[in-house]
């Protein structure tokens, strides 16, 4: 099986994969500090309570925009797996796709990838809206070229601004109203429906600029974890593929060994 992993700013994710199926899926904060030694203790027990062991794994790609994370998950593919990771980006796992940005290097390997996935699914122009720490939109040409974007704070990292720039304010969860009505009555209320509805707004503008910009038929793919926060209260979303950075991972690994 292949062991594929998206290491993120706030969470890593690992998923174990059978062909083309995701069996497994785990999440855990990203911790640069963290050792190879420790993900092994913590993975293997986690293949244990789905009855396997450490030997069903026989190959692991890694995309990372974290370098700091990168070592260590090498160290975790070598010293627990006995293989070398792939990292999707180098020389011996290329994107396969152009990047038609100013500076290659510095786009993250999630959007790429999200790109390769996205454009493997879904015919002509695309709009990938990944919602992570950062919201990022990104755009991928009819050709499945990676064409550029928009990066924009995610809405927990907006909340945590408001929370810590306003001594008064209360921390709350994000979550969807309860209403559609955008007047609160109390402060809590009032926060969830600026920090809510406004990023509703925010993509709903920020989409519709980019369909302007491209001037042809798009269609806007949502993945991330909150992506299905604001599907119920947008029409924006065309399609919402929550696994899209490990479709992606899946679709290089597979083209890397034929």
């Known amino acids: 099986m292949l062991l594929a992993i998206d290491a993120g700013n706030t969470n890593i994710v690992f998923a174990l994969i059978d062909g083309d199926e995701i069996v497994e899926r785990w999440r855990i904060a990203t911790d640069p500090k963290r050792t190879a030694d420790e993900y092994a203790v913590w993975l293997n027990q986690l293949l244990i309570l789905g ?35 792939l990292i999707a980006g180098r020389d011996e796992l290329p994107w396969g796709i152009g990047l038609l940005v100013d500076e290659p290097k ?16 879904h015919a002509g ?14 755009h991928v040409d009819a050709q499945g070229n990676y064409a550029g ?76 974890g909150l992506a299905t ?6 029409p924006v979303f065309d399609a919402i593929e929550s696994d899209l950075t490990i479709r992606g991972l899946i679709i290089m690994y597979q083209r890397r060994t034929g």
Do not use: C
């Open 51 to 85: 009855g396997r062991d450490r030997s069903v794994v026989e190959a692991v790609i890694i995309a990372t925009v974290v370098p700091r994370a990168l070592h260590n998950l090498e160290v975790l593919a070598s010293k627990y797996f006995g293989v070398d990771a």
């Open 149 to 224: 974007g928009i990066i924009a704070p995610g809405i927990n990292l907006s909340l945590d601004a408001l929370v810590a720039a306003a001594a008064k304010l209360p921390r709350i969860a994000i979550r969807a109203p309860d209403t559609n009505k955008v007047i609160g009555i109390n402060t809590e209320d009032q926060m969830l429906i600026g920090v809510y509805w406004g990023y509703i707004a925010m993509i709903e503008g920020l989409v519709a600029r980019m369909k302007k910009e491209i001037g042809r038929p798009v269609q806007v793919i949502g993945t991330g």
């Open 125 to 138: 122009d695309l709009i990938v809206i990944d919602f992570g720490t950062a919201t990022t939109f990104d």
């Open 106 to 121: 510095t786009v993250g390997a999630d959007r790429v990838i999200n790109a390769i996935a996205a454009h493997a699914s």
């Open 229 to 234: 926060l604001f599907e119920q209260h947008s």
